[in-house]
């Protein structure tokens, strides 16, 4: 009834559909009235090494421990990171944007710092242009980018997310990581003043620019 009187309205435009979807984070406006209670919260966090990326967890510490908010548990993981890689880390208990970070269609850029046990030759870049193949999953990932930095150093970007994947990706060309950093996600960059372990709510800015990143 108040659909059809033009009297809802979701994220400030009226709703004309019935099936309209909203998630408990939705803007709704009933007849003048607002009616949802739950706010959006968005992390960045400084992860350090030793933390697993999980709400929960029997025998380690969770990245969710570091978050000294009243509504830490509410939170979620948009896009791992290993035990002990560091670096950025985003929580979020806004489902329907962590999916736009996260889901694998949307081939957002992740760039990570690592550091090797061998030199890192240049002709390795052209592998990861290529794409590697990843037997147990029978899957080539996506082309990724090689910057060397030093001897021991380089950046990598990625457009998914296979499991422990820049460790296979280099123990395909007889390497090892030695270090994992990830620097950014998309276009949120990990703040440099924040000390490891350390985190900071998104600004309106980093939220609405991932959001148009992904609908492009
Ligand atoms: N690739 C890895 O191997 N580990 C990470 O934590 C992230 C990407």
Redo the contacts with the bound molecule.
């Keep these: 009834m108040l659909i059809a009187q033009g009297k809802v309205c979701i994220e400030g435009v009226v709703v004309r559909d019935n099936l309209q979807e909203v998630t408990e984070l939705s803007d709704v406006i009933c007849d003048g009235k607002a009616i949802n209670t739950h706010k959006a919260y968005y992390i960045m966090l400084n992860k350090p090494r030793g933390y697993v990326s999980a709400t929960v967890d029997d025998e380690h510490q969770t990245v969710v421990d570091l978050i000294s908010e009243p509504f830490a548990e509410q939170l979620h993981i948009a896009g ?3 035990k002990e ?1 560091t670096g950025l880390l985003i929580l979020t208990n806004d489902g329907i944007w962590s999916k736009l970070v996260t889901e694998p269609i949307m081939e957002i850029p ?1 760039r ?1 710092l690592v550091t090797t046990e061998k030199v890192i030759i240049p002709e390795i870049r052209a592998r990861f242009a290529e794409g590697f193949y990843f037997a147990y999953e029978d899957i080539t990932t996506l082309p990724s980018e090689l910057e060397i930095i030093s001897e021991y150093s380089a950046t990598v970007t ?1 457009y998914e ?1 296979k499991y ?5 990706m280099f123990h395909a060309v007889g390497n090892r ?1 030695t270090s ?1 950093h ?1 620097l950014s996600v998309g276009c949120l960059e990990l703040d440099e003043s924040l000390d490891e372990g350390s985190y900071r709510s998104l600004t309106d800015v980093e939220i609405t620019a991932t959001k148009s990143l992904c609908s492009e």
């Design positions: 791992r990171l290993d890689s992740k990570y990625i997310g422990h994947q820049i460790k296979r990581i994992l990830r």
